[in-house]
């Protein structure tokens, strides 16, 4: 199981992020002991230069002047091993983390069900994916490499002046104050400005994924102005929110340097006062120390507070990851009954499903569908077809009754174990980027190329195969651009004759061919369903003519039912929608 996976309760981000860098945690800590040893020079260098300064006011041994510098040069030496020690260890735990919370959101995203994939654009997901995980990442580095040092410096600093002259090191302590104040004023504020850019960057990520897929119908009716317009009035909304949040950014950065620098030049004009008249038991060395160190150590603080933007963006995307991985829209299938075989007997019992209370897509179905029946459903748009297919594949859930699968409820079943006998051939076929093998084959393994062939050659698909340069290996193009509509469907078919399944979902299979293509999907169609259980929704109904029955639904509810010639006979809702067909 990997980091964060099902974990995430919504616990605050530092949490979380501790508990994504524990399997790192002793790299981490040998990684810090080496930045503190390989950093060390810049906190001797100002006790160094005192220790000089005072070995020529007060014309000390030369030896001592020799000793101060071949320490400082063997500090200097170390940082080279020390910090190739500490990036091999800091950055590599970083990147894992990257890894890890990746494969973690890709992991969740599989589990999360088919309704919350349809409510959260995939443009949003990938930006979760790539962008906020690259935030977390260089939030990580970035507090790493200028917090680490902030802190040595500091520790180093304080620790020196706490030895050497205990009695400056309150006035060294009122920094932190100051910086915590500015800290606790600004925070809420860029919390929400963080939240808001984060998100109008996802409208826009959301946007841009929304009009690339849709380019080719844009280019075909003109409409390149005002797919444009869309994707400029979001950029206008990510601009805004950015330049507020640079604005608050800005005013913060420039408060804490005015703020902090007053405070050193306040430092050292009263070191040098007291000194001067003798107010205290300090050198020319020890100002020159204090000095230098209120302007480092402030530096420090300011870095540190310069963080605050960095890691305020970063725990902001902490949270955007946090939205999937507590996500409750869960397919929950752990612990269930597995399904080790399936003859394809279907029960509906009094099965109503509502996609929001009081919006019925399927309203009290009763409905028996015995093994190898082949079950046509027609209506018109919103009657609940694509519905009813989406409760046979387990990804709709009934809101009340029963779906029986071979006498056991789908509720107790787990749905992974279903689906490996089960195959889909949708309206438009989903094919990624890679070779016509591996489209057909994919999720399996070592499967001959003649097994492959002959799925090819019982969808009709080898006589456009046998003609490409590539043959098997031809790739398709991103999402099987290089096809037609009907190689595509075929090379669908291929895929669900070659995992031989007992259920087969035909969602309007053939809806969008032409009539050569057609009459080709429809011969390999008459050999994918023979022995199966088959559900098709179609529009054509020509398509359904062999159907042993045929189920006419409206407004969720099963109007008519029987074969195509007793439902043409019957003069009914079917009868009238093959009359406008025909006619």
């Given at each position: 199981?990997?980091?964060?996976?099902?974990?995430?309760?919504?616990?605050?981000?530092?949490?979380?992020?501790?508990?994504?860098?524990?399997?790192?945690?002793?790299?981490?800590?040998?990684?810090?002991?080496?930045?503190?040893?390989?950093h060390?020079?810049?906190?001797?260098?100002?006790?160094?230069?005192?220790?000089?300064?005072?070995v020529l006011?007060?014309?000390?041994?030369v030896?001592e002047?020799?000793?101060?510098t071949?320490?400082?040069?063997?500090?200097?030496?170390l940082?080279?091993?020390?910090?190739?020690?500490?990036?091999?260890?800091?950055?590599?735990?970083?990147?894992?983390?990257?890894?890890?919370?990746r494969?973690?959101?890709?992991?969740?995203?599989?589990?999360?069900?088919i309704?919350?994939?349809?409510?959260?654009?995939?443009?949003?997901?990938?930006?979760?994916?790539?962008?906020?995980?690259?935030?977390?990442?260089?939030?990580a580095?970035?507090?790493?490499?200028?917090?680490?040092?902030?802190?040595?410096?500091?520790?180093?600093?304080?620790?020196?002046?706490?030895?050497?002259?205990?009695?400056?090191?309150?006035?060294?302590l009122?920094?932190?104050?100051?910086?915590?104040?500015?800290?606790?004023?600004?925070?809420?504020?860029m919390?929400?400005?963080?939240?808001?850019?984060?998100?109008?960057?996802?409208?826009?990520?959301?946007?841009?994924?929304e009009?690339?897929?849709?380019?080719?119908?844009?280019r075909?009716?003109?409409?390149?102005?005002?797919?444009?317009?869309?994707?400029?009035?979001?950029?206008?909304k990510?601009?805004?929110?950015?330049?507020?949040?640079d604005?608050?950014?800005g005013?913060?950065?420039?408060?804490?340097?005015?703020?902090?620098?007053m405070?050193?030049?306040?430092?050292?004009?009263?070191?040098?006062?007291?000194?001067?008249?003798?107010?205290?038991?300090?050198?020319a060395g020890?100002?020159?120390?204090?000095?230098?160190?209120?302007?480092t150590?402030t530096?420090?603080?300011?870095?540190?507070?310069?963080?605050?933007?960095?890691?305020?963006?970063g725990?902001?995307?902490?949270?955007s990851?946090?939205?999937?991985?507590?996500?409750?829209?869960?397919?929950?299938?752990a612990?269930?009954?597995?399904?080790a075989?399936?003859t394809?007997?279907?029960?509906?019992?009094?099965?109503?499903?509502?996609?929001?209370p009081?919006?019925?897509?399927?309203?009290?179905?009763?409905l028996?569908?015995?093994?190898?029946?082949?079950l046509?459903?027609?209506?018109?748009?919103?009657?609940?077809?694509?519905?009813?297919?989406?409760?046979?594949?387990?990804?709709?859930?009934?809101?009340?009754?029963t779906i029986?699968?071979?006498?056991r409820?789908?509720?107790?079943?787990?749905?992974?174990?279903?689906?490996?006998?089960?195959?889909?051939?949708?309206?438009e076929?989903?094919?990624?980027e890679g070779?016509?093998?591996?489209?057909v084959?994919y999720?399996m393994?070592?499967?001959?190329?003649?097994?492959v062939?002959?799925?090819?050659?019982d969808?009709?698909?080898?006589?456009?195969?046998?003609?490409?340069?590539?043959g098997?290996?031809?790739?398709?193009?991103?999402?099987?651009?290089?096809?037609s509509?009907?190689?595509?469907?075929?090379?669908?078919?291929a895929?669900?004759?070659?995992?031989?399944?007992?259920?087969?979902?035909l969602?309007?299979?053939?809806s969008?061919?032409?009539?050569?293509?057609?009459?080709?999907?429809?011969?390999a169609?008459?050999?994918?369903?023979?022995?199966?259980?088959?559900f098709?929704?179609?529009?054509?109904?020509?398509?359904?003519?062999?159907?042993?029955r045929?189920?006419?639904?409206?407004?969720?509810?099963?109007?008519?039912?029987?074969?195509?010639?007793?439902?043409?006979?019957?003069?009914?809702?079917?009868?009238?929608?093959?009359?406008?067909q025909?006619?």
């Amino acid at each position: 199981m990997t980091a964060l996976d099902h974990r995430y309760r919504g616990e605050h981000p530092v949490r979380t992020l501790a508990y994504l860098f524990r399997e790192d945690r002793r790299g981490i800590a040998v990684a810090v002991g080496a930045f503190m040893v390989k950093h060390s020079p810049t906190w001797t260098l100002p006790l160094i230069t005192a220790n000089v300064i005072d070995v020529l006011v007060a014309r000390k041994p030369v030896a001592e002047l020799w000793i101060n510098t071949a320490v400082l040069l063997l500090l200097l030496m170390l940082n080279y091993p020390g910090h190739l020690l500490y990036v091999r260890n800091m950055h590599g735990a970083i990147r894992r983390m990257g890894t890890r919370v990746r494969s973690a959101l890709c992991r969740r995203m599989q589990d999360l069900s088919i309704g919350y994939h349809s409510r959260v654009s995939a443009g949003v997901l990938q930006t979760k994916v790539i962008r906020d995980v690259e935030g977390v990442e260089q939030m990580a580095q970035q507090a790493s490499d200028g917090g680490l040092s902030a802190l040595a410096m500091l520790i180093g600093g304080l620790g020196v002046i706490a030895v050497k002259v205990p009695l400056a090191l309150p006035v060294f302590l009122l920094v932190v104050p100051a910086a915590s104040f500015l800290v606790m004023r600004m925070r809420d504020r860029m919390r929400s400005d963080n939240e808001s850019f984060r998100q109008e960057v996802e409208r826009l990520s959301s946007r841009v994924s929304e009009m690339t897929t849709l380019i080719p119908i844009t280019r075909a009716h003109g409409l390149e102005q005002d797919a444009l317009h869309r994707v400029d009035h979001t950029l206008s909304k990510v601009l805004r929110s950015g330049l507020r949040l640079d604005l608050v950014n800005g005013r913060f950065g420039s408060l804490a340097w005015i703020i902090l620098n007053m405070l050193g030049v306040g430092f050292l004009a009263g070191s040098a006062l007291v000194a001067y008249y003798g107010v205290l038991p300090i050198t020319a060395g020890d100002v020159v120390m204090l000095s230098t160190f209120f302007a480092t150590l402030t530096a420090s603080v300011t870095t540190l507070m310069s963080l605050t933007p960095v890691i305020g963006k970063g725990l902001e995307a902490v949270r955007s990851i946090g939205e999937v991985l507590q996500a409750p829209d869960l397919e929950q299938n752990a612990g269930k009954d597995e399904v080790a075989a399936v003859t394809g007997r279907f029960e509906f019992r009094d099965v109503t499903y509502e996609y929001e209370p009081g919006r019925r897509a399927v309203d009290g179905l009763d409905l028996t569908v015995t093994p190898g029946e082949t079950l046509a459903l027609v209506g018109a748009s919103g009657a609940g077809k694509s519905t009813v297919l989406n409760l046979v594949i387990g990804f709709l859930r009934p809101t009340s009754g029963t779906i029986l699968l071979d006498g056991r409820d789908m509720e107790t079943l787990d749905l992974r174990t279903y689906r490996r006998f089960v195959s889909v051939v949708p309206q438009e076929s989903i094919l990624f980027e890679g070779s016509i093998k591996e489209n057909v084959t994919y999720g399996m393994r070592d499967v001959p190329d003649e097994t492959v062939r002959q799925a090819l050659r019982d969808a009709n698909a080898m006589e456009f195969i046998d003609r490409l340069p590539a043959g098997l290996d031809t790739v398709v193009g991103e999402r099987g651009a290089r096809l037609s509509g009907g190689q595509k469907q075929r090379l669908a078919i291929a895929r669900a004759l070659i995992r031989d399944p007992r259920v087969l979902i035909l969602d309007e299979a053939t809806s969008a061919l032409d009539s050569r293509s057609e009459a080709l999907v429809q011969e390999a169609l008459g050999r994918l369903v023979a022995g199966r259980t088959v559900f098709v929704v179609a529009h054509r109904l020509s398509t359904i003519r062999g159907a042993d029955r045929i189920v006419v639904m409206a407004d969720g509810r099963i109007a008519e039912i029987g074969s195509h010639d007793q439902l043409v006979r019957s003069g009914g809702l079917y009868s009238g929608l093959q009359a406008a067909q025909t006619g």
